[in-house]
């Protein structure tokens, strides 16, 4: 086979971005034979670039295909190993554990979901009012449950309103029987000239609670993966945790929520949309249909799945078991109480978490390439040769940019470890050691909410089932964050100066 017949075989029907990420990773690669120090090092970022740029292309190509494949021949190329990629899925399984199982877990839950929201929808007709209360649910759910969780409740929510509008708008009605069917045409067409609002409602009703689990999540042990490791090294229980870093996850909660309904009002970064009022009609509609049609075997699978939602919640509350099995819990218990006994009908559960489950494996094989070229450690020693008095703020910002472009739970891992190696070396006091401790946690929740790859909530949301629906794309999501991030970062810059 020529190289031309291969560029044609392979490549040819490739988009473009595609042809220059693989084209432009392979230029590099002679470099790893005549200088493998810089050459390394080049590769490594140009990896961290293209892995990215992949993401942000997550519309036109699902990501773990032209990721896996730099993947692949960064470990060929001997930039990371098969062990250590290994090493980063097994200390992060109890995330893999979390997508496997308790994304499947709010599947079943999905009608109980669709039921709660779509009365919430109709009954709060201020848009304020609702991005508000989506924002403060998020929150105060990733404080006690866990961020990924929550983001597939949202999910699910959005994909269940998008179903109810798709029906309707395709041909499909709810309608009483004295409904005048003359006004479903009008309504079919009022809801597909006003598609393009409902799309731009629901996502900024995903961005809020998606902010929402930022805002939550840096504020108490168990809100993020990450906030467990600093609490361990620091020494910190439930309560002391949440008190060493309420000066700054406080303020930033309520910045946080005047952000949100500052661009509700002002109808900036594509917020603002109202709900169209003939998708109102049909929700409303919808759950009156549904009402009239429950039957007491509906009621029974309701409350089913309303008692598996309160042990859900009791369950990660008090860490009864790791995440992932209390998901594999729930599953059993809704599936077995609620007759659902067949594998086909089960096996639709899995299929929204499972690719993200393998673009994450792929996605911590990259941080194993980080870890490996030590490509963050001249940062680090740029942090620890700064003056005591600037380092806390100045971790806040190098956690916070390294957070945006890699994993915020690799860069507090990281920085952590070297925060507490300086402390047994006695190179830092107690009290020191803990403000680096506070400017780790909140430096890696809050302006890492700047891009999907930052916050893991992020790029589950863009990487989900219902991101094409309503037209969420990675650049979309990074505008509509930038005035959270700018917000957040500015708001809790000068609370870590001030401590």
Request: hydrophobic letters at 55%.
């Amino acid at each position: 086979m020529t190289l031309s017949s291969f560029y044609k075989n392979f490549l040819g029907n490739s988009p473009s971005w595609y042809k220059l990420s693989i084209i432009g990773f392979l230029l590099i690669n002679p470099l790893l034979v005549l200088i493998p120090e810089v050459g390394y090092t080049i590769a490594g970022w140009a990896l961290i670039i293209e892995f990215i740029f992949t993401l942000a292309l997550a519309l036109k190509c699902y990501p773990l295909q032209p990721g896996g494949l730099l993947v692949i021949e960064a470990v060929a190329l001997g930039m990371t190993s098969p062990e250590a990629v290994k090493n980063e899925i097994m200390a992060n399984f109890e995330v893999i554990l979390l997508l496997m199982f308790m994304v499947a877990g709010i599947f079943f839950m999905k009608n109980l979901l669709l039921f709660i929201f779509t009365k919430l929808l109709i009954h709060i007709r201020s848009k304020m009012a609702l991005s508000l209360m989506f924002c403060i649910m998020a929150a105060v759910l990733s404080a006690f449950l866990d961020a990924l969780t929550v983001t597939a409740v949202v999910i699910s929510v959005g994909v269940g309103f998008f179903a109810v509008y798709h029906k309707v708008a395709s041909g499909g009605t709810y309608h009483h029987d004295n409904h005048d069917h003359g006004n479903d045409s009008a309504i079919q067409q009022h809801l597909r000239d006003d598609l393009e609002n409902f799309r731009s409602f629901l996502r900024s009703l995903l961005m809020h609670a998606a902010v929402g689990t930022a805002l939550g999540g840096v504020a108490t042990r168990v809100g993020e993966p990450q906030n467990l490791l600093i609490a361990e090294k620091a020494g910190w229980n439930f309560i002391e945790f949440f008190l060493q870093v309420a000066p700054v996850s406080i303020p930033v909660f309520f910045a946080g929520l005047a952000t949100c309904l500052f661009l509700e009002k002002v109808k900036w970064f594509d917020y603002g949309t109202e709900m169209p009022e003939p998708v109102y009609t049909i929700l409303k509609d919808y759950d009156s249909y549904q009402s009239e049609k429950r039957t007491n075997t509906d009621v029974a699978q309701l409350i089913v799945q309303g008692v598996a939602a309160l042990f859900l919640m009791v369950a990660l509350a008090f860490h009864l078991a790791p995440v992932g099995l209390i998901g594999l819990t729930i599953i059993v218990v809704q599936t077995a109480l609620n007759g659902i006994t067949e594998e086909h009908q089960i096996g639709h559960a899995f299929e929204e978490a499972l690719p993200f489950t393998s673009l994450l494996v792929v996605f911590f094989a990259v941080v194993a390439v980080i870890h490996d070229q030590h490509l963050f450690q001249p940062i680090i020693d740029w942090v620890f040769a700064q003056s005591i008095q600037a380092q806390p703020l100045i971790m806040f910002f190098a956690n916070g940019a390294l957070s945006a472009i890699s994993d915020n739970v690799f860069v507090a891992t990281v920085y952590i470890n070297e925060v507490k190696a300086a402390l047994d070396n006695n190179d830092i006091t107690r009290e020191h050691f803990e403000l680096l401790a506070i400017a780790v946690n909140t430096g890696t929740n809050l302006p890492s909410v700047a891009t999907p790859n930052g916050q893991a909530a992020f790029l589950f949301l863009l990487t989900s089932a219902v991101a094409p629906l309503v037209r969420l794309s990675y650049g979309k999501m990074v505008w509509m964050a930038l005035p959270y991030t700018i917000v957040l970062t500015v708001v809790g810059a000068i609370c870590v100066a001030q401590l």
